[in-house]
């Protein structure tokens, strides 16, 4: 996770994070303020909540259970300044119908200037996220 451009207390978004082990690298990070994890897969999320558990209660990092094309911010939930996707089929081409779904509901839970990456560049390619 050495690619992502990071600032000081930077507010990370993954999708489809699976059992947690990028996120888990993202939290480490003394330059991360905070990652979410998300997965459409309880399964999946359940796996990352035991692995995460010490980064989860430092409260450097959470997960949610949501599929990228559902994801909305909670109350009093703050923005995101960076995003990424590895292997998500809704951001990779693999769903374009959903994939634009999610880039609607990326574009309206983080700021302006945030930065959209996903898996098939070198090392990562970046997607403009739709903005109104």
């Known amino acids: ?3 992502l451009p990071r600032q000081p207390h930077t507010r990370v978004l993954e999708i489809g994070c699976g059992p947690g082990v990028a996120a888990r690298a993202v939290a480490a990070r003394p330059d991360t303020g905070y990652i979410l994890a998300i997965d459409r897969s309880a399964t999946a999320i359940a796996q990352a909540r035991a692995a995460a558990a010490d980064e989860i209660k430092s409260g450097r ?19 995101y300044d960076l995003v990424f996707a590895v292997r998500v089929g809704a951001l990779d081409g693999r769903h374009p119908e959903a ?15 945030t930065r959209l990456f996903v898996d098939g560049g070198d ?6 996220t739709p903005r109104s």
């Open 1 to 3: 996770m050495n690619a």
């Open 99 to 113: 994939g634009q779904r999610a880039l609607r509901r990326i574009a309206l839970a983080t700021k302006a200037d």
């Open 123 to 128: 090392p990562l390619r970046e997607l403009p």
């Open 61 to 79: 990092m959470s997960v949610r259970q949501v599929a990228a094309e559902d994801f909305v911010l909670q109350a009093h939930e703050e923005p």
